[in-house]
C-alpha cells in the first residue's frame, strides 16, 4: 500500500510539468484527488490493511495527501503568475519613450501674467476683466483723453463700422465703438458699478494699428492696477510699484519714476528698474510701467467724489515683461507658438 | 527734439557734465533718446601741417612720399600719403606720432613699403569730421603751421535727443530746456535781452513793403503781427548762427530765414519772412484755403487745399500754408530787398488738422499744434529783428501791424499745503515749494483760508497752458523736488471683498485642467483674415466681424473660433517636426447671432494624431469620447453638468467638424454657453497639411454666464450599504440618443420605485446592434441601481420594482424589451 502512494505521489510529480492552463490543472488534479483519482482509488484499499498496520499505512497516505496538496499549490501559483505576466507582457526597457507623449503646459505670457496678478493679490488686489470691443467713451472719453488725441485716430486704432451691434457691450450712448487700446477701460466699468474703495488688477488683449516687428505687435497684452481710496499719495504708488519690482525681480532691484504725461494720470511717471543681479539687463535703467495719481476728471466721469477720494493707476505690458524676464529679443516668437519656444520655459 | 548743450549755455550759466545733464533731464521728465558728440573729438597730437614737397613713392605708384612742416621753426617730417587731392603748400591735418585717432588707431613711426613715414596726414573722416574719407582734409582758412587742430576747431559741442511730452509745448525750445534746467539746479536763468529797434531815416515808404494785415479766419488765428524791414543785405550767416542750426541739424539757408530758425529753436515761436516784393498788393490774409486751392510748398511739391485749411495770402494767392509750410512764391532769396516777418499765434486744433490732412509735419507746425506761448508773439518778433540787423542789416519801419492781440490769461491756482501733503504723502518744506515755483516763472504768495489752513495762489505764465488745477502744481513740485527723493513707504494693504472676476478664474482652471492632460497653451492673433472667415463660416455674419480700418487683408475680422489659430499653429509644427500635437488657449471670441455680435469667454483644444508619427509603439489615436471627456471636465470647472444636456445637432453651417463624429451643446445667446466637440473635419485637417485625425473641443461663455454666482454644493448623505443592480435590455429605434433612451427610462425607474428607496443610477452599458435584431434597431442595455440609505435591500422589494418598472416600460413607451 504505502509503496502504492509513493509511486501515485511520484507519478503526479512527474505529470504535472506538463500541466500548463488552468483547465488542465483543474482535470489533472480531479484525475489524482477527484471522486475517480488514482489516489482516491487506492485509499479504498485501505479497508483491507490489517488493523495493526493501519496507524502506519495511515500515516503514511496522510503524509502523500499533504505532499500532493501542496504540489498542487505550488504549481496554481505557477500557473497564476505565468497568467499575470502574460496579461502586462513582457518586462519594460523603462529607458524607452512614451508612445504619443505630450508636454503641457502654459503660454510663456500666462505664466508671466499669473504672476504678476499673484505678486498683486498678495496686497489685496482682485482681477477685474472686461471686453476687448470697447466703445470710444471707455477707452478715451471718460480716461480724459481730448477729441483730438493722436491715440484716437483711424491710424491708430481699430474702429468698427457704425452700423456693426454688439450685443454684450454697452454703450454711454452711440459713440463708436473699437478694440481697446489699454485695459484702463476696464478701470471705468469697475468703478461704473463700484463704489470705492477700489483695488483692482486688470490683465487683458489690447490692439493698436501696428506693424509688427521684433518690438511691436498689434496684438500685446496689458495689465494695469487701480487703488483708490482715501488720501492716496504718490508716495503710496512709490511703495506699491517698489514691492512690486522687488518682488519680480528680486530684492535688489532698484525703482526710479520719471515725470511724464497721460491724459489720466496727474502726476504721471514712467517706471524704470535697474537690477543688476540680472545678466542680460545689466545695470541699465529699463522702462517697465507707467503710472500716477488718478486724474481728478475721471473721477468725475465715474461719479466719485475727487474731493474725498484719490488714487493711482499703473499699467505695463506683459509681453515687454517677459521679454525681460526671459532675455526674448523678438516679441513675435510669443504669438509663433513653436514648440521649441513655448517649451522652454515650463516648469 | 534736439537740444545742443553750447546753445543752452546761452541762458544759463551750467557747469555740469553731460551725464550729469542727461539724468536731469531724465529726472525732470524728459527722456533722453540720444547722446550725440558733435565737433572736433579731443585729439592731442594732431596739429596742423603744410606739404612743402611731394614725390613719387620709389615703390609704389600710388603713394606719394612727403616732407611735411608741423613746427614753425622746426624739420619737417618725411610723411607718405596714399591721398591725391592736395597740392604743395595745402595745410592740411596731420597726426604725430603718439596720436590716438578715433576708433583707437594709435599712430606711430613706421616703414611703408620701405619708406619711414613718421605721422599721417588726414582726412575728415579720420578725425572725426564727418564722413568725408575721399581725400585729406584742405584746411582752406590756413591755420598756422603747428597749431592743435582742437584750438582750430574749438567748438565741441554735445546734442541731446530729447523726447518732449505733448503737455510740455514750451520745452520745444533752447530757453524752455534751459529753464527747466535752471529750475533743477538751482541756477540763474535769463532771457536773451531784446534792444530797442534803431529809428527809421523814413527814406523807405513803410506801405511800399505792405499795407494791410487782414484775418478773416478769427477763430483760428487770435493773434498776428506783421514787421516791416527794408534794405537787408542777404548773405551767408556768420559762423555763430551757422554752428547753433547745424548743432540741430539745420540746413543754413541765408541770413535772413536763419534768423528765423533760429528763434524757433531758441524761444519756440514759428517765424514767417516774405520777401516784400512777392507780395501782391501789399496785403496779407489770413485766411481759410478754397477748396481745391493749390500751393506749391517750399519741399517742392503741388499740394491742393480745402477749406479746413488756414493759408496766409496775398490779393491773389496763398503764399504759405499758415503755421505749416511757405510756399515758393513768398520766399526770401538772394535777390531780396524787403522783409515782412510775421509772428502769430494760431490755434493748434487748425494746424494740427492742417498737418495731418496734408501729412506734412514741420519744425513750425509741430510747435504750433501743441501750442506756443499766446503771449510770445511780439518778444519773439523782436528778438528776431535784433539779430536780423546784427546779421543782415536794415531798418525797421514801424509801425508794426497787428490783428487781433496777445491773450495771456490772467491764470491763478490756489494750492492748498494740507492737498499738495496729501497727494504728495511727504512734507516737501514750504521754502523749496516756493523756490520751485519761482524757478517756473510763476508767481507765488502764501496765504491763510479763514478757518486757518494755509495755501499758496500760484499766478501762471502764459506758457504754461498745461497748468490747470491744484493736481497739476503737485506734480511741479513732486517734479523739481526730485522723484528720487520720495521717501519709501508701506505698501498701504487693507482687504477688500472683492473676488476676482469669473472668466479669470475660468481661464485659470481651463488652463490648469488643460495643461494637467499633455496640452500646450498657445496665444494667435485676434484679428484674422475675412477669406479665412467666410470658408469656415459659410452663415453670413462675416460683415458683422469685420472691422473699419484693418491693416492687412490677413488682420481684417473678429476671431470667431481659436481653432483655426490653433490648427495654424499645429501646421506650423509640424512643418518644423517639433512634436507639439496637443494645443490649446483661452482667449475671447465673437458669434454673431441675430445681426448682433456677442463677444464671449473661450477656451478650445485640439488633440492631433499624425498618422506618420514614428514611435517604436504607436500612440493611440484620440476620438469622439476623448473629445467629449475633455469638454465635460471643462465644463465642470465651471459648474456645468455637460453629459446631463442632449447633444444638439452640429450646425453644419460651418465646415470644420466631421459629420457624425461631432456634437454641439448649448447655445451661446439662449443659454450663455456653448460647447462642440468630437473630431474635426478630415478634409479640412488635410487642407492643413495634418494627415491624420484631431479631436477638439470649443468652450465658450459668456461673461454674464459666468458671472453668474453658483450656489454652494449642499451635502446628500451616502449610504454605507451595499446596492442592488438589475439589468435591463431595451430594443430602440437606432436613430434614437443613448440620452433620450435613458432619461425616459430613467423618470420610469424613479417613479415605479415610489420613494421606498434610492435610484442611484441608471447607465448605459452596452450598444448592440446586428444579428436579432431588426436593422433599424439598436439594443441599448441598462443597469439600474438601487440603494437605501438605512438597511441593505431586500431580494423581494427590489423585484417588485423591476418588474413594475418592465411593465410600465412596456405600457409606456414603444420601446421593446429585450431578455
Redesign the interface.
Known amino acids: 500500500m504505502e509503496e502504492e502512494y509513493q509511486q501515485i505521489l511520484k507519478n503526479a510529480e512527474a505529470a504535472i510539468k506538463s500541466v500548463e492552463t488552468r483547465a488542465d490543472f483543474e482535470s489533472f488534479k480531479a484525475s489524482v484527488v477527484g471522486p475517480n483519482g488514482e489516489l482516491t482509488k487506492a485509499m479504498k484499499g485501505m479497508a483491507k490493511v490489517p488493523k495493526e498496520d493501519k496507524p502506519r499505512v495511515g500515516k503514511a497516505l496522510n503524509m502523500v495527501k499533504k505532499d500532493l496538496e501542496a504540489l498542487f499549490q505550488k504549481h496554481l501559483k505557477t500557473i497564476e503568475d505565468r497568467e499575470m505576466a502574460a496579461r502586462i507582457g513582457a518586462p519594460v526597457d523603462p529607458s524607452?519613450?512614451v508612445?504619443?507623449?505630450?508636454?503641457?503646459?502654459?503660454?510663456p505670457?500666462?505664466k508671466v501674467r499669473?504672476e504678476i496678478i499673484h505678486i498683486f493679490?498678495?496686497?489685496?488686489f482682485?482681477?477685474?476683466?472686461g471686453?476687448?470691443?470697447e466703445t470710444e467713451y471707455y477707452c478715451f472719453d471718460a480716461l480724459n483723453t481730448p477729441s483730438?488725441h493722436p491715440a484716437r485716430d483711424?491710424q491708430d486704432t481699430?474702429?468698427?463700422?457704425p452700423q456693426?451691434?454688439?450685443?454684450?457691450?454697452s454703450q454711454k450712448e452711440k459713440e463708436r465703438y473699437l478694440?481697446r487700446t489699454h485695459t484702463s477701460s476696464v478701470q471705468i466699468r469697475t468703478m461704473l458699478e463700484?463704489e470705492p474703495?477700489?483695488?483692482?488688477v486688470s490683465?487683458g488683449?489690447c490692439?493698436r494699428?501696428?506693424?509688427a516687428d521684433a518690438t511691436h505687435s498689434?496684438?500685446f497684452h496689458q495689465i494695469e492696477g487701480l487703488y483708490v481710496?482715501r488720501?492716496?499719495?504718490?508716495?503710496?504708488l512709490?511703495?506699491?510699484l517698489?514691492?512690486f519690482i522687488k518682488s519680480l525681480l528680486g530684492p535688489s532691484a532698484k525703482t526710479?519714476?520719471?515725470?511724464?504725461?497721460f491724459p489720466y494720470t496727474?502726476?504721471?511717471?514712467?517706471v524704470d528698474f535697474s537690477a543688476s543681479h540680472l545678466g542680460k539687463v545689466g545695470s541699465q535703467w529699463i522702462e517697465i510701467a507707467g503710472c500716477g495719481?488718478v486724474?481728478?476728471s475721471v473721477f468725475e466721469s465715474v461719479g466719485y467724489d475727487s474731493k474725498e477720494w484719490?488714487g493711482f493707476a499703473f499699467g505695463m505690458g506683459i509681453e515687454r515683461i517677459a521679454m525681460i524676464l526671459h532675455g526674448v529679443d523678438d516679441i513675435r516668437y510669443?504669438?509663433?507658438?513653436?514648440?521649441?519656444f513655448?517649451?522652454q520655459f515650463q516648469g | 527734439m534736439k537740444i545742443s548743450y553750447n546753445w543752452i549755455k546761452d541762458y544759463i550759466e551750467l557747469d555740469r557734465s553731460v551725464e550729469e545733464v542727461e539724468q536731469a533731464l531724465t529726472l525732470i521728465g524728459f527722456e533722453v533718446d540720444g547722446i550725440e558728440e558733435t565737433g572736433l573729438p579731443d585729439l592731442p597730437k594732431v596739429v596742423v601741417g603744410e606739404v612743402l614737397e611731394r614725390n613719387p613713392h620709389p615703390n609704389a605708384d600710388r603713394l606719394s612720399v612727403c616732407q611735411v612742416l608741423t613746427e614753425p621753426e622746426g624739420e619737417p617730417s618725411t610723411i607718405v600719403c596714399g591721398a591725391d587731392n592736395y597740392k604743395v603748400g595745402d595745410r592740411v591735418p596731420v597726426a604725430l606720432p603718439g596720436a590716438v585717432l578715433p576708433g583707437g588707431f594709435k599712430i606711430k613711426s613706421a616703414k611703408l613699403r620701405g619708406v619711414m613715414s613718421s605721422g599721417m596726414m588726414c582726412s575728415a573722416k579720420e578725425i572725426g569730421m564727418g564722413d568725408d574719407a575721399a581725400g585729406l582734409w584742405i584746411l582752406d582758412q590756413r591755420p598756422p603751421v603747428g597749431q592743435p587742430l582742437n584750438e582750430v576747431f574749438p567748438d565741441r559741442d554735445t546734442v541731446f535727443q530729447v523726447e518732449v511730452t505733448p503737455n510740455r509745448p514750451d520745452c520745444l525750445s533752447h530757453l524752455g530746456m534751459a529753464r527747466e534746467l535752471a529750475a533743477y539746479f538751482r541756477i540763474p536763468f535769463s532771457y536773451p535781452e531784446v534792444f530797442p529797434f534803431p529809428e527809421s531815416n523814413g527814406s523807405v515808404d513803410p506801405e511800399s513793403l505792405l499795407r494791410k494785415v487782414g484775418v478773416e479766419s478769427e477763430e483760428n488765428c487770435p493773434h498776428y503781427t506783421a514787421w516791416r524791414i527794408a534794405n537787408v543785405k542777404i548773405g551767408p550767416s556768420p559762423d555763430w548762427l551757422v554752428r547753433r542750426l547745424r548743432s540741430v541739424g539745420l540746413r543754413p539757408i541765408n541770413n535772413i530765414v536763419d534768423v528765423t530758425n533760429f528763434v524757433l529753436h531758441e524761444l519756440g515761436q514759428p517765424l514767417h519772412a516774405f520777401d516784400a516784393a512777392k507780395i501782391e498788393g501789399q496785403k496779407l490774409i489770413v485766411r481759410q484755403a478754397g477748396d481745391g486751392e493749390k500751393i506749391t510748398t517750399l519741399d517742392g511739391k503741388e499740394r491742393t487745399l480745402s477749406s479746413r485749411m488756414m493759408v496766409v495770402a496775398d490779393a491773389r494767392k496763398a503764399l504759405i500754408v499758415a503755421g505749416v509750410m511757405g510756399s515758393l512764391d513768398a520766399e526770401v532769396d538772394e535777390s531780396t530787398q524787403n522783409v515782412v516777418l510775421e509772428s502769430a499765434y494760431f490755434r493748434p486744433g487748425s494746424i494740427r488738422a492742417t498737418s495731418k490732412r496734408l501729412g506734412l509735419s514741420t519744425d513750425s507746425s509741430y510747435r504750433f499744434e501743441r501750442g506756443v506761448d499766446p503771449d510770445g508773439v511780439a518778444y519773439a518778433a523782436k528778438r528776431a529783428i535784433n539779430l536780423i540787423q546784427e546779421v543782415a542789416g536794415g531798418e525797421i519801419l514801424p509801425p508794426y501791424l497787428e490783428e487781433g492781440a496777445a491773450f495771456a490769461l490772467e491764470k491763478e491756482i490756489n494750492l492748498d499745503r494740507i492737498y499738495l501733503d496729501e497727494r504728495a504723502g511727504f512734507v516737501i518744506p514750504d521754502e523749496e515749494v516756493e523756490r520751485i515755483f519761482d524757478s517756473l516763472e510763476c508767481t507765488v504768495s502764501r496765504k491763510q483760508h479763514r478757518d486757518g489752513r494755509e495755501y499758496w495762489q500760484i499766478g501762471i505764465p502764459s506758457f504754461r497752458g498745461d497748468l490747470d488745477s491744484p493736481i497739476d502744481l503737485v506734480e511741479e513740485v513732486v517734479r523739481l523736488y526730485g522723484t528720487d527723493r520720495i521717501p519709501s513707504g508701506e505698501v498701504r494693504g487693507i482687504g477688500l471683498v472683492r473676488e476676482d472676476d469669473a472668466s479669470s478664474r475660468a481661464n485659470h482652471d481651463f488652463g490648469c485642467a488643460l495643461a494637467g492632460q499633455g496640452f500646450q497653451e498657445c496665444m494667435n492673433y485676434t484679428l484674422r483674415s475675412g477669406d479665412e472667415l467666410k470658408k469656415w463660416y459659410s452663415s453670413g455674419g462675416a460683415d458683422s466681424l469685420a472691422v473699419m480700418n484693418p491693416l492687412s487683408v490677413e488682420q481684417s475680422h473678429l476671431r470667431w473660433s481659436l481653432i483655426p489659430g490653433l490648427l495654424d499653429v499645429l501646421r506650423l509644427n509640424q512643418f518644423r517636426k517639433t512634436g507639439l500635437h496637443r494645443v490649446f488657449e483661452t482667449g475671447h471670441t465673437f458669434y454673431e447671432r441675430d445681426g448682433a455680435v456677442i463677444e464671449a469667454n473661450s477656451v478650445a483644444f485640439i488633440w492631433f494624431h499624425n498618422d506618420h508619427q514614428q514611435c517604436w509603439r504607436e500612440a493611440q489615436a484620440p476620438d469622439f469620447y476623448n473629445a467629449k471627456a475633455i469638454i465635460q471636465g471643462l465644463g465642470r470647472k465651471v459648474g456645468l453638468d455637460l453629459g446631463a444636456f442632449p447633444p444638439g445637432e452640429m450646425r453644419l453651417t460651418n465646415s470644420a467638424w466631421q459629420e457624425g463624429h461631432s456634437a454641439t451643446i448649448g447655445d451661446l445667446s439662449e443659454e450663455g454657453f456653448e460647447a462642440r466637440f468630437g473630431l474635426l473635419n478630415l478634409a479640412l485637417l488635410k487642407e492643413y497639411d495634418l494627415g491624420g485625425i484631431a479631436a477638439a473641443g470649443v468652450f465658450s461663455l459668456t461673461p454674464e454666464f459666468l458671472e453668474k454666482a453658483r450656489p454652494r454644493p449642499q451635502f446628500k448623505p451616502i449610504s454605507l450599504f451595499p446596492a442592488a443592480e438589475r439589468d435591463l435590455a431595451l430594443v430602440v429605434p437606432s436613430d434614437d440618443i443613448g440620452i433620450q433612451v435613458r432619461e425616459t427610462l430613467k423618470s420610469i425607474v424613479v417613479r415605479e420605485t415610489r420613494h421606498a428607496f434610492t435610484v442611484e443610477d441608471v447607465y448605459l452599458f452596452d450598444v448592440y446592434q446586428g444579428q436579432g435584431l431588426e436593422e433599424k434597431e439598436k439594443s441599448l442595455a441598462f443597469s439600474l441601481v438601487f440603494r437605501a440609505l438605512d438597511r441593505t435591500l431586500q431580494e423581494k422589494e427590489v423585484n417588485d420594482v423591476f418588474t413594475r418598472v418592465q411593465k410600465a416600460v412596456e405600457r409606456e413607451t414603444s420601446y421593446r424589451i429585450r431578455r
Open positions: 524607452l519613450p508612445p504619443g507623449e505630450s508636454w503641457g503646459g502654459k503660454h505670457l500666462t499669473e493679490r498678495r496686497v489685496g482682485s482681477v477685474a476683466e471686453p476687448e470691443v483730438d483711424l481699430y474702429y468698427f463700422p456693426t451691434r454688439f450685443a454684450n457691450i478694440l463700484t474703495p477700489v483695488r483692482i490683465p488683449r490692439f494699428r501696428d506693424t498689434a496684438n481710496d488720501k492716496v499719495s504718490v508716495r503710496d512709490k511703495a506699491l517698489d514691492y526710479r519714476f520719471r515725470p511724464h504725461f496727474e502726476p504721471s511717471f514712467e495719481l486724474h481728478p484719490s510669443f504669438y509663433q507658438n513653436d514648440q521649441r513655448l517649451q
